[in-house]
């Protein structure tokens, strides 16, 4: 948990070993810097905004985008506390870690998503729900394409495909494919299912 305190003068009075870590200013530094405030929010704008936020009587956590000590811009959730007339803590935590796994998986689904669509056979996922229920978590395009069904319709009713499967075949079909999950192991089957009235392998 990142804890700081500055008082009206815009001075720093508190700041703990993990502003320290995280922001690369030791409190000595900071100390000798008298506005603090500016090389923590360089822009002018964000600085009074930080500013007035510190000394404001209402409690409230809110996003804030301060540099480090090496110009990094951070992302971290603040909430300010006023302790009297001169001075303020405020209390927070670096979200920076989080945003940039977030973005790192964003552009990894994205990858996925164009991999996925650029080649010629259809892809899905699956999962079991608690209760044993079989659900698509993914239906590529392709997958659609070939049983003539949307992702919504798929997604909706998971049997939306296997009610395609040729009726000769959807038992076999059915014991393949449990056995594969069960022992999680991969599976290959040659089988047919019936799209709009036509049989297809």
């Known amino acids: 948990v990142l804890i700081n305190g500055f008082d009206t003068e815009g001075r720093c009075v508190i700041w703990n070993k993990e502003c320290e870590r995280v922001f690369g200013w030791k409190r000595e530094e900071l100390q000798q810097i ?3 405030l500016s090389v923590l929010y360089p822009d002018s704008i964000q600085r009074a ?19 480090t000590k090496q110009g990094h811009r951070l992302s971290t959730l603040w909430g300010n506390i006023q302790l009297n007339e001169n001075q303020a803590i405020g209390i927070g935590i670096n979200l920076s870690d989080h945003a ?3 973005h790192e998986l964003l552009l990894a689904k994205e ?14 996922t699956l999962r079991q729900s608690l209760d044993g229920a079989i659900l698509y978590e ?6 659609c394409e070939m049983y003539n069904l949307s992702d919504k319709a798929i997604y909706a009713d998971p049997k939306a495909i296997s009610d395609c499967w040729h009726e000769e075949d959807r038992a076999e079909t059915i014991r ?4 594969a999950r069960a022992w999680l192991r991969p599976m290959r089957l ?3 299912a019936i799209i709009n009235g036509q049989e297809r392998w």
């Open 190 to 192: 040659d089988t047919r």
């Open 100 to 102: 940039r796994a977030e």
């Open 49 to 67: 905004a930080a500013r007035q936020s510190i000394f404001s009587r209402e409690v409230s956590f809110q996003t804030w985008h301060p540099r």
């Open 138 to 143: 993914y239906v590529s395009p392709r997958l």
């Open 111 to 124: 990858r996925y998503e164009n991999l996925v669509q650029r080649i010629p056979v259809g892809v899905f």
């Open 34 to 36: 008298a506005d603090p």
């Open 176 to 179: 393949l494919t449990a056995e």
